[in-house]
């Protein structure tokens, strides 16, 4: 069965250190691979996706997120965390056997502290 | 560009009574979908549109349920009758390309509905 696990329910990292938030993924075929991000009281936002090409891609906010096919891993990560970073952060699947819909993981509880 | 439109943003209703969402995806926009997300939890697919036609409504409580996309733009979901367990936030989003395309969704802000 495809799959998304987010293995941590919280992360919490200080202003202006280096932030991780782990994705690993289970699915048949190549992985489409999307990190979402959603604020207090707001819908989710599109932060970036991994479709093919470089195993490292650019998003929006200074994110970027490593693809790495033998641990079937999509970590999304920033060099310097902001207090504004906090927030919800969702790890998505593109499932190849199901009309292509998304399957969410559970979702990360990103707090930077000052 | 206006982003997708959902209303109401906040709702109480007592058990066994209706209750209607409304949608506005981004003009353009084909797909359309509605998600429920419970508390801790991934959104779930609820349904998805492409145009007025339904695609994918496999995880729909068809027994309570229903969307409706008339005309192709704007989509209304209704649940009839609500249950404790109804409570959540329904989010709406839409995309220029359904997922098969590799299009990325764009989320309203969403509809929190509590059922006392």
Same mark, same amino acid.
């Given at each position: 069965a495809q799959s998304v696990a987010q293995p941590e329910d919280q992360v919490n990292v200080a202003e202006g250190n280096p932030l991780t938030v782990k994705c690993t993924y289970s699915v048949s075929g190549n992985p489409y691979l999307f990190w979402y991000v959603q604020y207090p009281n707001r819908g989710l936002q599109f932060l970036l996706k991994y479709?093919?090409? !470089?195993n490292l891609v650019k998003g929006s906010y200074g994110f970027e997120a490593e693809f790495n096919k033998s641990q079937t891993s999509f970590h999304l990560k920033k060099p310097s965390a902001l207090v504004s970073d906090s927030a919800l952060y969702f790890c998505a699947v593109r499932d190849s056997t199901s009309n292509y819909q998304l399957i969410w993981g559970a979702g990360t509880k990103l707090i930077i502290k000052p | 560009e206006a982003g997708v439109a959902q209303s109401p943003r906040y709702k109480i209703i007592e058990k066994r009574q209706s209750v209607a969402f409304w949608c506005n995806p981004i003009s353009g926009h084909a797909t359309l979908y509605w998600y429920q997300q419970i508390l801790g939890q991934g959104p779930k697919l609820l349904i998805q549109f492409q145009n007025n036609g /339904? /695609? !994918? !409504?496999?995880?729909?409580?068809?027994d309570r349920f229903s969307a409706e996309r008339l005309k192709g733009v704007d989509s209304t979901l209704k649940i009839q009758p609500a249950k404790l367990e109804d409570s959540a936030v329904y989010l709406c989003a839409s995309s220029l390309k359904n997922l098969l395309g590799t299009g990325e969704l764009f989320f309203g802000e969403g509809s929190r509905l509590t059922v006392l």
């Open positions: 479709i093919t090409g !470089d | /339904v /695609v !994918d !409504d496999s995880q729909l409580p068809k």
